[in-house]
């Protein structure tokens, strides 16, 4: 079968080509060139950095390729990336959410983009390295829970599902890193990237000042009852349930409860009043759709906990959680599983009181 794998120049997508190419695959290797942030900045190299998309990353995933002896390619997806994920980030921002670009990368650029490119090129599937399994055309969880990255794929659309391949699915990262050592691959002790691949040290502020220099976010951090507690310089440099960097002093720990966009105030008050009793989602998509009145698993955050709730309204998404769950955070992603199962997702757009219909 011949195989378009999308190498980003880390351990995790060197090995799961070199897993499919060990399989008798015909493997093709793809390389997604999707900004310039970053650019001039010292190469990290095989064996340093944490930043990932540069051009060293590039050069990485052509030495693993070199190593298998499989062809390679670079693609540039700029503009998609930078329409789809980046001007998308900039803009949830702007309206006080706090988003998820790596869920918008996966469902527009991964599994719509660079699949149909795969496609062009005669490849029966696409696969990437992420921590996933699928079977019969079904998401789940990933072995290794530790690494498990299936709350980022709710945007797979099913017919994607079914021509994607997760070789990790299975596998530990030792056992990942053990592999890469065992064919002497260039990524083989690459550090992970821990950012946003286009927010160099995850300053989110300062692409949105430089996105949207037009912007005036400066504004009150006020309590619940509209005193004001202090002086922000950009709302968007918050997100619910944040503590720290309120710059208040105050007698007792504070978070941020809500934003309000339109009045550039940040809405401070005590942790529990961070409690909500379930949440509204919009953009969902389904790999599996359940009922309403059904009972699932909901995950409001990256390697957040799971939470027991009832699905109360399909369009839009109604949940109520059956023990209240703290700092639900709109823009973030809600991921319902049952099981290890991911049923589906969506965008949170606000939380549900304990009276809310």
Known sequence: MRIVVAMSGGVDSSVAAALLHEQGHEVIGVHMKLHDVGEGAPASGAGGGSHCCGLDDALDARRVADTL???FYVMNLRD???AAVMDDLAESYVRGFTPNPCVQCNGVLKFQVLLARARALG???LATGHYARTEAGRLYMAADLDKDQSYFLWP???EALARTRFPLGGMTKPEVRAHAERLGLA??????SMEVCFL???DHARFIREARPELDGVGDIVDEGGRVLGRHDGYFRYTVGQRRGLGIAAGSPIYVLRIEPDTRRVVVGPSERLTEQGLVAAQ????RQPEPGETVLA???HRGALIPCTIEAMDPLSLRFHAPARAVAPGQSVVLYAGDEVLGGGVIQRARAAAAA
Do not use: Y
């Not at 969902?284 to 790999?287: C, E, F, G, K, M």
């Open 123 to 125: 490849a029966e599937a």
């Open 80 to 82: 998609a990336f930078k």
């Open 69 to 71: 002896g499989v062809p």
């Open 187 to 192: 990524t083989a002790q690459k550090p992970e």
């Open 299 to 301: 995950r409001i955050r």
């Open 200 to 202: 160099p040290d995850d």
């Open 284 to 287: 969902v998509s389904w790999l």
């Open 156 to 158: 797979v659309r099913p």
